[in-house]
């Protein structure tokens, strides 16, 4: 069975970092594409960066302080959150497509993908 499993949450002040984690299992090659989507308290689900072995998405709420990368042998994906901010509080779900890259068009669309984490909690606080 496909599986996500996410690491790396937690408290962090406005401003700081958090690197989170996601490992991939139950595949005989890496998924075509990986990313994050998050959900803060009260708010609906929103996609925040995905990666392909060709390209990486962001939204525009994170562009510029978020960077998504992976490591292809170990079937992980990272996503470095720098300058965070409180907004950026939510609980962070890791997501996979095992068929068919990421797409300009559809990587912020959450029915596209096929495997979803858990989810990791980030608190940022002011």
């Known amino acids: 069975q496909v599986q996500v499993v996410e690491s790396g949450g937690g408290p962090v002040q406005a401003g700081g970092s958090r690197r989170l984690s996601c490992t991939a299992s139950?595949?005989?090659?890496?998924?075509?594409?990986m990313g994050w989507f998050r959900q803060a308290a009260g708010k609906e689900r929103e996609a925040v960066a995905s990666i392909d072995a060709f390209s990486t998405y962001y939204t525009q709420p994170v562009k510029g302080r978020f960077t998504v990368s992976r490591d292809a042998t170990a079937n992980t994906v990272y996503l470095q959150m720098n300058n965070l901010k409180p907004e950026d509080t939510a609980m962070y779900y890791c997501?996979?497509?095992?068929?068919?890259?990421?797409?300009?068009?559809?990587?912020?669309?959450?029915?596209?993908?096929?495997?979803w984490g858990r989810g990791t909690q980030v608190d940022v606080s002011s």
């Open positions: 139950g595949l005989r090659y890496p998924p075509d594409c």
């Open positions: 997501v996979a497509r095992t068929s068919g890259y990421c797409y300009s068009n559809d990587y912020y669309v959450a029915d596209k993908y096929n495997v």
